[in-house]
């Protein structure tokens, strides 16, 4: 009975450290996000893929997107982002219709310069884009790692609001079925954010 009570004991003290020490690092991270300028973007541009074979079936598209930036340094900031892109098209020699979806999810670091009332910044991730389509062959579900460059423009329209006007270059090689393919590309695009 003594040894059951003493293990509670030990059980809840364990508990009790954890919590002061979740709680503690939670007034730490709020105090460092407080002190952290942080930018909210949703974006939208035009996709233009890089293989003619794969312009042939889907052409390109809208594709939408969001990004979460943190200011690290004076030049410097991380980013994260979820992209989508999604398009019909017809196979090229059964003219039977294919839906695909490619979602990229980023991560990467944006070096900037301010140049008021605009700055320009220039962007490098690691991307993990996640790759599925589906047709009356089958459903090809794939995932691989690639990378993106982003020159870009943000003007400040008004307090918080900012525009950006980007230019981004993907590349991601995978084997969806019996060949390989760059599924990434161009793409020209606008973002509208608020900075805090």
Request: charge should be positive.
């Amino acid at each position: 009975m003594n040894k059951r009570k003493l293990i509670s004991q030990k059980s809840q003290a364990r508990k009790l450290i954890f919590i002061f020490i979740t709680l503690g690092m939670l007034v730490i991270c709020w105090d460092y996000a407080k002190a952290v300028e942080v930018e909210i973007l949703l974006s939208s541009g035009y996709f233009q893929p890089s293989e003619t074979a794969f312009r042939d079936i889907y052409g390109g598209g809208l594709t939408y997107g969001g990004q979460l930036n943190l200011k690290l340094a004076s030049n410097w900031r991380l980013w994260v982002s979820l992209d989508y892109f999604s398009r019909s098209g017809q196979l090229t020699f059964t003219k039977e219709e294919t839906e695909l979806t490619i979602m990229p999810l980023g991560l990467g670091a944006t070096y900037f310069q301010s140049l008021p009332p605009a700055e320009v910044y220039l962007a490098l991730g690691m991307h993990y884009f996640k790759y599925t389509e589906s047709n009356p062959i089958g459903v090809a579900e794939k995932g691989g790692s690639g990378m993106s460059i982003e020159p870009g423009v943000a003007i400040k329209l008004f307090r918080g609001v900012l525009l950006r006007v980007y230019l981004k270059y993907s590349y991601c090689r995978l084997q969806p079925a019996d060949y390989r393919i760059n599924i990434g590309g161009l793409q020209p695009g606008l973002a509208l954010g608020y900075r805090f």
